[in-house]
């Protein structure tokens, strides 16, 4: 040969070594399978995981990165890749690192749900901690009858809504000195449904990067006996994983929602601070947070300020581990063109709710936050929900409604019995269903006294948090009468569905009862019949409404 063609093989040579170039993976076993005790991995036909038992993971090692690399999984017992029970293709960038977790069953019966194997793939893993001192965790969701989760620690959210299957989208850093805290909550954070708790540095994690796994079944006895749910952790070292023990223990937290309810324009967007850290950044008139965790401890300050600024307010409040709290923010900044001059201030509930007792319903509670309105009575029909409600105070307690039925709330001063007007709240505008919410009286009920401000009215903050719901007033049965067309209907009585006569193309229709509370409604309806039979036998009123008049009339249901 001569040297020409050698001087070409070389480079040709050199050329293929440059460009096979490698990266890192770890492989993981959570198979939870009884059946199946452990597992041997190929890639592009080379053994890359041997006898990888459930609850083990390999060191990192080195591997040709690639397109469409063939992966073929087998049981420990075969002999040969022929015998793959789950094959894929896969392609790993030289720029990535990757864990690579075997999850599911490959064989499904006895196992509810009946989860399929599978591999899940993360490309930006690590294997040291970004710090020193630290772990920097992963989480994966790998329990096939596990819940979604987020988990937590303290108040904050470490990882969020991980499904099965899922990775979370970065590591988190956890100090590898002292018992460290995971708690699993739903979305909203107001229920836990498991609690661990480990010290990082004791189990060998520290100035490691670490993959956090659920594993087993919250269902033992539906998936054929097989292992209990937990949380285990993978060491970039490989070997057996580490299980972070569960416990009862629970850390001292307690939930709180904050409404803006300060009509004073002076006061705009706030920060609200919790022990001089911001909890609230920029909440702006109207608007409410939804429910979240804060520290517990005994005289508090809680603060409001306006962005960049120092605090204007200071309000001391005691925080109990396990409470949940509404804070609601009214008052004046300014101390002017205001009559009365009541003092901007934030007024705290203790006794506050996130959910309906009961799940078709919604739950409500009133603050009076109306600063000319000394004291105001809130009745439903012939029922005082709130009486002699002063200004800055709530109502003692809860009052629980059918989430499809508008209830209509009268407002009055209790001064010779002046009403101030008639409010409808539709719960199912505002998504209620399940939930609880704050019924603001706020505003001014003399605006030209209170430098033109908005004018007093009834708002709602759902436990959802979010831009308030206002309440439209609303025509009592007897309001609508005085002036009003008799409706015909027929049949009257009925039993199912109510013919009306109709004056336009669109309607909006109202069925009462006969204390004026809402039952059924229907905006800009097109139908000239309505479906009453789910309504309970009785007495009722039928108010047909388009842009010029209404008509009414009662009718009998049987």
Sequence with gaps: MNIRNLLIIAVLLFSQTVNAQNTRIQIINNCPEVALQGIDIYIDGQLVADDLF?????????????????????????????????????????????????????????????????????????????????????????????????????????????????FDNDYFEIPATGTFNIRFTNNRGNITT???????????????????????????????????????????????????????????????QFIHNSADTAVGKIDLLLNSNKTVDTLDYMYATKFMDINTGTNIPLQAAHPGQSPFSTTNVNIDSGKTYIAVVHGLSSDTNYKPLEPFKITVFNDAKEEAAVANNTEVVFMHGATDVPVANISEGTNTVAGSLAYGSFNSSYSAY?????????????????????????????????????????????????????????????????????????????????????????????????????????????????????????????NNSINVSSLSNGSYFIIVADKEKKLITNFIKQ
């Design 54 to 166: 459930f609850r083990n993971a390999t060191a990192y090692f080195d591997i040709q990165a690639g397109n469409l690399l063939r992966v073929n999984v087998v049981e420990n017992t075969a002999v040969d890749t022929n015998s793959a029970f789950y094959s894929t293709n896969i392609t790993l960038n030289a720029n990535n690192k990757y864990v690579i977790i075997a999850n599911g069953l490959k064989n499904t019966s006895g196992y509810s749900p009946a989860t399929p194997f599978n591999l899940h793939v993360f490309n930006q893993a690590k294997e040291v901690s970004a710090q020193s001192g630290f772990s920097d965790v992963l989480f994966f969701n790998g329990a096939t009858d596990g819940p979604v989760f987020d988990a937590r620690t303290g108040i904050n959210t470490i990882a969020k809504q991980l499904s099965f299957g899922s």
């Design 194 to 256: 498991h609690n661990f708790e480990g010290d990082f540095g004791n189990i060998g994690m520290q100035d490691q990067a670490v993959v956090l796994l659920t594993s087993g079944f919250v269902n033992t006895a539906n998936n054929s006996n097989g292992a209990p749910f937990g949380l285990w952790a993978a060491s970039p070292v490989g070997g057996a994983l580490i299980e972070i023990q569960a416990t009862t223990n629970r850390e001292p937290l307690a939930r709180i």
């Design 402 to 526: 059918p989430t499809s039925i508008p209830t209509v709330f009268k407002v009055d001063t209790g001064i010779s019995n002046t009403i101030l007007d008639n409010y409808l709240a539709q719960y199912n505008v505002w998504n209620a269903t399940g939930k609880t919410a704050v019924i603001l009286l706020s505003g001014f009920a003399v605006p030209d006294s209170n430098s033109g401000g908005p004018a007093f009215g009834l708002w709602a903050a759902t436990s959802d948090g979010g831009a308030l719901y206002q309440l439209p007033i609303f025509n009592s049965v007897s309001e609508v009468t005085k002036g009003a067309n008799q409706l015909k209907v027929w049949p009257n009585p009925v039993t199912g569905t109510l013919a009306f006569e109709k004056t336009a193309d669109k309607v909006d229709v109202f069925i009462t009862d006969v204390m004026g509370r809402v039952i059924i409604q229907e905006k800009e309806y097109r």
